[in-house]
């Protein structure tokens, strides 16, 4: 029986995605470096199936069916004849995923999906080296935290069969997350575009001097953002009127950047080692301000707009 969700990857990532295929029911292997990745691996995924019970997202005992299904190991050619679904989840770069396809293509059936959770690579120059079956090739980009947003982007490539995306898609929101289909391969995907835009003229604000970064980030919290789960840009077009939206953007949008290179203000930062949290500076200094408070907030504020989302039957 084909009912496996193999997930090629031990990080945050994977564990996430791990998470979320075993509340679905499906055994869920994640697939690490070494036995001791993968066993941090399948520990972290439990967690997260902990978390989603403690928000009440789930029972106590669906989250102990769930964490039952999970399992970890380091040799993905032992589920070739198990795996339904199979999704790439390793570091970010091209020719580490380009071999690891390659490698996948070989030892999978044709009828085995493979997806790979990129953010910001095409699916297209993912699977080049593949040499079976290109058709079966298909972004997933979950969104992080994995196991707690709802979105996975499914980028059809340009060699990509369309029934076998719209089967990931209908698998995925069988998964209970909000999975999109995004019909061209090009950089960015879907939603990666619209925040691009977004931090674009964030950062250009700050850069002419128009608001502080405190200030941008608060317009962007407590005004359209707090809209946006239940109120998205194109409904937004709609009720307010499109010529009177014609208009705004008649008067608004030459004033904004149109930049086609990083802003000089990455450029500042960097240079200066300045990479953000990590280095405890970025934008931000991060000696006086929490990130660990920060990234709890947003977990908690995404688990109330997900219990809210259910029970109006959005999600």
């Given at each position: 029986m084909r009912d496996t969700v193999v997930i090629i990857g031990g990080g945050k990532m994977g564990a996430g995605i791990a998470c979320c295929a075993a509340l679905a029911g499906h055994p869920a292997v994640i697939i690490a470096r070494s036995e001791e990745k993968a066993a941090l691996a399948k520990k972290n995924a439990a967690a997260n199936i902990d978390e989603l019970v403690e928000a009440a997202l789930y029972t106590p005992e669906q989250g102990e069916k769930a964490k039952a299904l999970l399992a970890a190991g380091t040799d993905a050619a032992a589920f070739?004849?198990?795996?339904?679904?199979?999704?790439?989840?390793?570091?970010?770069?091209?020719?580490?995923?380009?071999?690891?396809?390659?490698?996948?293509d070989e030892i999978f059936p044709a009828e085995v999906p493979l997806c790979s959770n990129t953010s910001g690579l095409r699916i297209t120059d993912i699977s080049e080296k593949c040499e079976k079956h290109l058709e079966r090739t298909v972004t997933t980009h979950f969104w992080f935290p994995g196991h707690l947003v709802p979105l996975v982007e499914v980028v059809v490539g340009d060699r990509t069969d369309i029934?076998?995306?719209?089967?990931?898609?209908?698998?995925?929101?069988?998964?209970?997350?909000?999975?999109?289909?995004?019909?061209?391969?090009?950089?960015?995907?879907?939603?990666?575009?619209?925040?691009?835009a977004v931090i674009r003229e964030a950062v250009n604000i700050v850069e002419i001097g128009l608001a502080d970064p405190e200030d941008v980030d608060t317009a962007v919290k407590m005004g359209?953002?707090?809209?946006?789960?239940?109120?998205?840009?194109?409904?937004?077009?709609?009720?307010?009127?499109?010529?009177?939206?014609?208009?705004?953007?008649?008067?608004?949008?030459?004033?904004?950047?149109?930049?086609?290179?990083?802003?000089?203000?990455?450029?500042?930062?960097?240079?200066?080692?300045?990479?953000?949290?990590?280095?405890?500076?970025?934008?931000?200094?991060?000696?006086?301000?929490?990130?660990?408070?920060?990234?709890?907030?947003?977990?908690?504020?995404?688990?109330?707009?997900?219990k809210f989302m259910t029970e109006r039957g959005l999600l």
């Open positions: 070739t004849d198990s795996a339904c679904l199979v999704i790439e989840a390793i570091y970010e770069n091209l020719p580490l995923k380009q071999d690891m396809f390659k490698a996948l029934e076998v995306a719209k089967a990931v898609k209908a698998e995925l929101n069988r998964w209970g997350k909000a999975a999109v289909l995004v019909k061209q391969d090009k950089p960015g995907q879907l939603a990666n575009r619209i925040l691009q359209m953002g707090i809209r946006f789960p239940v109120w998205g840009p194109l409904e937004h077009i709609d009720a307010a009127r499109l010529d009177l939206c014609q208009s705004v953007q008649r008067t608004v949008l030459p004033e904004i950047t149109a930049r086609q290179d990083p802003s000089p203000v990455f450029a500042e930062h960097v240079d200066k080692g300045e990479i953000g949290y990590e280095s405890g500076k970025g934008i931000y200094d991060w000696s006086v301000k929490d990130m660990d408070t920060l990234a709890k907030n947003r977990n908690d504020f995404i688990i109330y707009a997900r």
